[in-house]
């Protein structure tokens, strides 16, 4: 199982616990994530719109970059896994959009080529039964709740998953071993970065989000986007000021938590990088 | 040699303003076998009509080429004046400039140019028909009416005062339909029991009408006049002769917790149980997957306590079989299910409400089941969680319709009017409460409606927000509702204690099987086809399958009551004559040729064609081939271009005459085009000898 494998810039700076836990993930379930050479910036979210040709133009370069590794591109942020998803659907669906979208990045589109979110990879290529037999230390006794904002499963059109209810976060991790809290603010927006424009909306939200999944139980957030565990994570502290609310709610990626489980070290998962650290937590489970 | 008349109709100016309709005319004369040719401004007019008929003595005609309009417009009218005039209407064809040439051309030499082309190939047609008589086929006037909801009992007590017998079929325990389970009907809040219950009572003891209940259409074989069905009556594990309706083994039953069909899982039942006080026939059924009997094989509650000894375990599905000449599908509708294991897999549901999740959160019918005196809670409005009366209740429209990434693109049309009524019997019951409702737009045109909705709006107070719902999830005592409101632009938040989804009208789940039987066709939904949506909406393409309901689409109730009589009416107009009339354009299978791989068998649309065997006169089977049962051909000609071995014809459409349109057009070194004003040259099929 080799995938040509595109981090994109949050991975390799601010969630470099994502990329390397992900990594510790693979290596144990045997997954080969094989780097593409000489990537860029995906965009993120302002090149789109500004310019949305140029937008998928990037998103066809990054994926003519997989040639020689796998048609199989593995993603794990949301947001490239949105703008390439994208920008793959509607160039495989729309031949007038294709040859403008080759023209401005003077490449060919492989219509074999397939953007996969991991998670995706993990359910549908790998499979629970697999997972459930490399787990070592199943996650037992430990209440998370999946997050997956607005981004991850939206649109239809390139959801992996029902695109209102997703479910994927929770099945991996229920074979894990975890147990999986039903919460209502799991599809809600963390406020992305409004966090440095509109500071004051992001801690309405984020509050709402940590009082939501705190009432459901839930000793941990799950989640797989790094923006979303910026501000999850971050704002904590913030929001004690602002509200006088402390959550103290640790919000990790579900690679952490999946990387334990199947033997990875916490060093091997950076599970101390969070600003809420859940190592203590996860010592007192005996998790660490 | 052949002589046949050709007439040019100059359809006002329709034709006659590209196509030189004069030299049309003269042209035709050309032709050989021509006998007479000519123009006239409506040849559809009587006084055109007459010209034809007249010509058709004073030259002896043999046949005739209307060329004017499309065969669907005026074949009929012009077959009739042949027939008139003395010849077989069969002999008589159309060339069709008018749709085929004039309206879809410029004004310009070629324009005239193809109109004699299409003349000339239609009269190389007529050379060849022959004479052709209608087929007569006799009728069984009984009728068969499949769904027992009120488009069903309408339909069979119409044709039974008719004087005919009709067999009524319905799956369930109960005739009713949905219907029975409404609390009251729009635009006058009538209560629905008492209006329909009268005529559930009626069905179940009209002389004419046999009734069928937990019965299920099997098969069915034959053709319009003369279908045999065999239907399958469930095992009901009681026997209806003996049993009185007593209800006691309902109340001795001890497998109680049984979410019921008809309360839409608001209450429970019995194993063994009728489905509501007013059922007709109103005898139990034991529902077998449920019954502490049939599952654990001890119990025999309901046995030792029934005083009638009505209880029978060993019944066993039977199987009977009925004739009948005419056929009204009236299978009904049920709502998209919004939860995950909706009966619709190929439809997304709306996991963002929860739908399934929170027991608040209910469908249209639930909330009539609520509003309903014979419902749970006595017609009471209590949310389902906690019984307690919800002051402030969400009406959420269009959940599906109207919502192609859903996989719905159509209109309900039938949930703008009752969620308006769903606002009124709210207010009228809990006057201190606030009915919202979400909607796209309100659609309420029909007799009434529209004062309806705005009685719901201005006198009862409901707040209508134009917009949609995102999410719906629970925070403590609540459900917090966000939505948008796009007329102010306002994002809105709204604390409800119930939501009330009104969810999409989609045929019953499976239908398209019985429709496969039936042999009609359906849309991508799964909704019968009708044979055409303005001028045949109640008949299928199959002869004697008539529609009534919403098995077509969304229909409130006294659209499928129009639509049940007017099946009925046309089941009567079968029944009307003792033998039919059909057209006599079907295929034939030459049978010295077939080699019988039942292709034509496999393609046929009608189920019209079967296996015969050919026997010598001692009785030993010779050969096997395949033959058409006219009476059921429609003559769509799928056989005759699939068959092999080139063994089928279509009578009036042959291969012979379909060669001899092209050969026309093919014909080499011909002139029937002079310009206008010069010399007129030699007919081509001459100069061709």
């Known amino acids: 199982m080799t995938y040509a494998y595109y981090p994109g810039c949050s991975l390799k700076g601010t969630a470099i616990d994502y990329h390397t836990s992900a990594m510790a993930l693979a290596e144990r379930l045997g997954i080969e994530l094989k780097e593409m050479e000489d990537w860029v910036c995906c965009g993120a979210s302002p090149i789109h719109q500004r310019n949305p040709a140029l937008a998928s133009g990037v998103a066809n370069l990054l994926l003519s970059l997989s040639k020689g590794i796998s048609p199989q591109v593995a993603v794990l942020c949301a947001a490239c896994y949105h703008n390439m998803k994208k920008a793959e659907v509607e160039m495989r669906e729309d031949g007038k959009k294709r040859s403008e979208v080759e023209e401005i990045s003077g490449i060919a589109f492989d219509p074999e080529v397939r953007t996969r979110h991991f998670l995706d990879i993990l359910d549908k290529d790998y499979g629970l039964n697999a997972l459930k037999e490399k787990v070592v230390k199943p996650l037992s006794d430990l209440r998370v709740a999946c997050y997956y904002g607005c981004l991850l499963s939206r649109p239809p059109e390139i959801a992996f998953d029902d695109p209102e209810q997703p479910t994927i976060m929770e099945r991996l991790l229920e074979a894990a071993g975890a147990e999986t809290v039903s919460w209502s603010h799991r599809m809600e927006c963390c406020g992305a970065s409004h966090a440095v424009p509109l500071t004051h909306a992001v801690l309405r939200l984020v509050n709402d989000i940590l009082q939501s999944a705190r009432a459901a139980g839930a000793e941990v957030i799950a989640c797989a986007c790094p923006l979303c565990q910026a501000n999850l994570d971050m704002r904590q502290a913030g929001i004690l000021t602002k509200f006088g609310v402390a959550h103290n709610l640790p919000v990790v990626y579900f690679t952490q938590l999946l990387g334990l489980a199947c033997g990875a070290t916490g060093k091997e998962v950076m599970i101390e990088k969070g600003m809420v650290s859940a190592a203590p937590m996860l010592r007192a489970k005996n998790l660490l | ?689």
């Not at chain 2, 069969?90 to 005239?112: G, P």
């Not at chain 2, 065997?613 to 769509?636: F, Q, W, Y």
């Not at chain 2, 042959?654 to 007129?680: C, H, R, W």
Request: hydrophobic share 35%; charged share 25%.
């Open chain 2, 1 to 689: 040699m052949s002589k046949i008349g050709v007439f040019v109709c100059h359809c006002g100016e329709n034709i006659s303003r590209t196509v030189d309709c004069e030299r049309v005319a003269r042209a035709s004369e050309q032709i050989r076998g021509v006998a007479f040719a000519t123009d006239y401004k409506y040849m559809c007019s009587d006084p055109g009509q007459a010209l034809i008929k007249k010509a058709i003595r004073e030259y002896e005609l043999d046949g005739v080429v209307v060329s004017s309009c499309s065969p669907h417009m005026h074949e009929k009218t012009f077959r009739k004046a042949v027939e008139e005039a003395g010849l077989n209407p069969f002999l008589c064809e159309m060339a069709n400039i008018r749709e085929h040439c004039s309206w879809v051309h410029e004004k310009e030499e070629t324009t005239t140019r193809k109109a004699i082309e299409l003349v000339r190939l239609m009269v190389e047609k007529v050379k060849r028909n022959v004479a052709l008589e209608p087929i007569r086929v006799n009728v069984t006037k009984r009728a068969l009416v499949i769904g027992g909801g009120v488009g069903g009992i309408q339909a069979a007590l119409d044709i039974a005062d008719g004087g005919h017998e009709v067999i009524l079929v319905e799956k369930d325990p109960s005739v009713g339909g949905h219907m029975a389970q409404l609390s009251e009907t729009f635009p006058t809040l009538d209560c629905s029991q008492c209006i329909l219950t009268p005529k559930m009572v009626d069905v179940g003891s009209h002389p004419n009408i046999k009734l069928y209940t937990y019965s299920e259409v099997e098969k069915i074989e034959g053709f319009v006049g003369n279908f045999k069905v065999t239907i399958k009556k469930k095992a009901r594990s009681v026997d209806i002769d003996k049993c009185t309706g007593c209800g006691e083994c309902q109340l001795k039953c001890p497998s109680k917790k049984i979410p019921s069909e008809f309360d839409r899982g608001l209450k429970n039942r019995t194993a063994i149980y009728i489905p509501f006080p007013q059922a007709v026939p109103a005898r139990p059924v034991i529902d077998r997957e449920h019954c502490i009997y049939f599952t654990k094989g001890k119990c025999k509650a309901c046995q030792k306590v029934c005083p009638a000894g009505a209880i029978d375990y060993e019944q066993t599905d039977e199987y009977v079989e009925e004739e009948v000449g005419g056929i009204v599908v009236a299978t009904g509708f049920d709502l998209y299910t919004v939860g995950e294991q909706g009966p619709y897999p190929d439809y997304r549901g709306y996991g963002e409400y929860g739908y399934g999740e929170d027991p608040d959160i209910i469908d249209g019918l639930q909330f009539e089941r609520l509003a309903s005196a014979s419902g749970p809670t006595g017609g009471a409005i209590l949310r389902p969680s906690d019984g307690k009366e919800p002051k402030s209740v969400v009406f959420l429209k269009c959940i599906g319709s109207r919502h192609p990434s859903k996989g719905i693109e159509f209109c309900s049309k039938i949930c703008c009017m009752y969620t308006a009524k769903h606002t009124m019997l709210y207010k009228h019951k809990v006057h201190d409460g606030t009915a919202y409702v979400f909607y796209m737009d309100i659609r309420s045109p029909g007799k009434g409606y529209d004062e309806f909705v705005r009685r719901a709006i201005e006198e009862d107070g409901a707040v209508y927000l134009r917009g949609r719902v995102s999410r719906i999830y629970r925070s403590g005592d609540h459900l917090i509702v966000k939505g948008a409101d796009t007329l102010s632009g306002a994002a809105v938040e709204i604390e409800a204690d119930m939501v009330v989804l009104a969810t999409a009208v989609m045929p019953q789940p499976g239908i398209e099987g019985l429709f496969q039987k039936l042999g009609i066709s359906y849309d991508q939904y799964k909704f019968a086809n009708e044979a055409h949506p303005k001028l045949r909406p109640v008949e299928c393409a199959t002869a004697g399958i008539f529609l009534a309901g919403a098995c077509q689409g969304p229909k409130d109730i006294p659209e499928t009551v129009a639509q049940a009589s007017g099946a009925a009416s046309k089941v009567q107009i079968l029944f009307s004559r003792d033998e039919m009339l059909r057209e006599p354009v079907v295929a034939k299978v030459n049978e010295n040729t077939c080699i019988a791989c039942w292709y034509c068998l496999e393609v046929c649309p009608f189920k019209a064609i079967t296996q015969k065997e050919i026997r010598d006169r001692k009785g030993n089977l010779i050969k096997r081939v395949a033959e058409v049962n006219p009476s059921v051909c429609t003559g769509c000609g799928t056989c005759a271009a699939t068959c092999f071995s080139n063994s089928i014809d279509l009578a009036g459409f042959t291969d012979e005459q379909i060669y001899s349109e092209i050969n026309a057009l093919m014909a080499v070194g011909q002139d029937l085009f002079p310009e206008p004003g010069k010399e007129e040259g030699e007919s081509p099929d001459e100069q061709a000898a």
